[in-house]
């Protein structure tokens, strides 16, 4: 005798316990629960044994206020946004660092943090207004890259606050670090010990940032009465992969001619890219060629590279530090005097990847 397979039982369908759901396992009114459990001023008027069935109801049930809810009837949703764009090729360090300090400084204001990736920032000048659409209080925009008529159509509803923007932003708070200032130190520091050779892989030259560094560069000869060598300066854009580029690249141009003393790279994933082209060619650093870098991310501290260090964790620290001011401003229909520019100081950070310049530069082949 045969017996048909019975079909699985189908999984009982839960949600999350609401109001109403107290308020029926209390024989009360939803009104009546979110009365109580909210602490609203008419809880005063439910007798005190009406009062315990529904926190023993709303303890059983395991219910939690809605969030969303309760954001919205305060006009806050206690959440801010991180908008800027990331490559899949490769980790950004940089966007890592600035972040846990927007993370730290979000997690004691007591904020949600999310994070609104974008392909690029032309499109994402559309997105923005998408994304200050009621669900965060206020945008970060890390290293925006906006034209003037691109950011003349920023959202004035919601506050903003940028790090590291390519140009002035109308109404746009912006933190950076003395870039130029890093890469005088630097260059100035290279030049004491003796290099003179010094081949600089800058950014994009459409970048501030790269411009500002090569400035530095600059300046740094000109201060100890020196002029730079010719095409020492070679433009990429900050990822490890264009270290490794412009760095053959520019090699392979200079055939024949002495190898430099040093590379000062415009960031650390540069120099670290750099330093595999170096490798693979047999070169030991800083035997034969020094190599230093910009930023003092986490790779670069774990390679021991010499570097500038940009405050990054410190920069993502003070955006949500004023993006919460201007948030509470809004919040209280009260004026907030908005500083232009914050800059915050660089410093050089010693590593095992720079030495005095050895007395027979090598040849490249």
């Known amino acids: 005798m045969s017996t048909a397979a019975k079909p699985p039982r189908a999984a009982k369908v839960r949600h999350a316990a609401t109001l ?15 009365a109580v459990l909210n602490g609203a001023r008419t809880s005063s008027r439910i ?24 954001a919205l009837a305060d006009r806050r949703m206690n959440t801010i946004g991180v908008a800027t764009t990331l490559s899949g090729s490769e980790l950004n360090q940089y966007f890592l660092e600035v972040f846990n300090g927007v993370l730290e400084a979000a997690a004691a204001a007591g904020q949600n943090t999310t994070v609104f990736a974008l392909s690029d920032w032309q499109e994402g000048a559309q997105r923005i207004h998408s994304i200050c659409d009621g669900r965060i209080d206020g945008l970060i925009l890390l290293a925006p890259w906006l034209k003037p008529e691109a950011a003349a159509e920023l959202p004035e509803h919601t506050p903003l606050v ?4 390519n140009s002035e932003l109308a109404g746009v708070l912006n933190l950076e670090s003395d870039e130029e200032a890093g890469a005088f130190a630097m260059v100035s520091h290279l030049l004491s010990l003796g290099h003179r050779r010094i081949l600089h892989l800058a950014g994009p ?45 520019w090699l392979q141009s200079q055939q024949g001619k002495a190898l430099p003393d040093v ?6 994933a540069i120099a670290l890219g750099g330093l595999e082209t170096l490798t693979a060619r047999g070169w030991r650093v800083p035997a034969d060629i020094s190599l230093v870098g910009f930023d003092d991310t986490l790779l670069a501290r774990s390679a021991h590279l010499a570097t500038v260090r940009q405050p990054l964790r410190e920069l993502g620290n003070r955006a ?25 100081p660089t410093q050089i950070v010693p590593g095992a990847t720079l030495s005095v310049p050895r007395q027979q530069p090598l040849i490249i082949t």
């Open 320 to 344: 949500v530090e004023q993006l919460m001011a201007r948030i509470d401003a809004k919040h209280r229909d009260a004026a907030y005097r908005l500083p232009n520019t914050i800059i915050l």
């Open 47 to 70: 007798a005190e044994e009406t009062r315990s069935r529904i926190v023993a109801a709303a303890e059983k049930l395991r219910y939690r206020p809605n969030a969303t809810a309760r």
């Open 205 to 249: 030259a459409e970048s501030v940032g790269a411009q500002r560094r090569i400035a530095g560069y600059r300046r740094a000869y000109a201060e100890a009465g020196l002029k730079p060598p010719a095409q020492h300066v070679k433009h990429g854009d900050f990822s490890a992969e264009s270290g490794r580029r412009s760095l053959e690249e």
């Open 263 to 268: 590379i000062f790279a415009a960031s650390d």
């Open 162 to 165: 940028a790090i590291h923007a």
């Open 20 to 34: 109403a759901d107290v308020g029926r396992e209390a024989g009360v009114s939803a009104m009546a629960a979110s």
